[in-house]
């Protein structure tokens, strides 16, 4: 607390929002020795903190691409259909979704699945895997859960799946 009894705390309004969050304490501020050393302290060191906050970060690399493969995850590809009997066909985002929920269970607890996408009869599955599991072990456990259980549940429509780990998250805490 200053001389005058104004607090740290106040003054950090002022340098942190600017003048206008509390004009008579930056009035204050600029005639008070006391307040007027405090604000000029405070105010370098959000300088930095103002920097950063203008500064706009770009996008990591791939990003759009993973993006637009997480959505095809979801909603498959408009108009694109699989063949699984004469005169039965089954629509790209049937098999993508049903391909993502088996994904789901066999990673399930070991790992997470990113994106899911057709591409004509090969899926490619993106997984991401808990830190100390071994990756290739889960992937291959993946790949084979997906490859037997869209043959069962949809028909011959895929006829190889690509597992790529593209990330490892952290371990659990607890």
Known sequence: MSACGRTRAELLRVAADGPGVDPELARHARECPDCAAALAELDGRWADVRAAADERPAAP???????????????????????????????????????????????????????????????????????????DTLAERVRSAVLTGVATQVGPVVSAVDVQVVDVLPPSIG
């Open 61 to 135: 690399a791939g990003l759009a691409d993973r993006v637009i493969d997480a959505l095809r995850g979801v909603r498959g590809t408009p108009g694109t259909y699989h063949g699984v009997d004469d005169g039965v066909r089954v629509a790209d985002r049937v098999v993508v979704l049903v391909a993502r929920r088996l994904a789901a269970d066999a990673a399930a607890g070991l790992g997470h699945v990113r994106a899911v996408r057709a591409d004509g009869d090969t899926l490619h599955i993106g997984l991401a895997v808990r830190w100390g599991v071994a990756a």
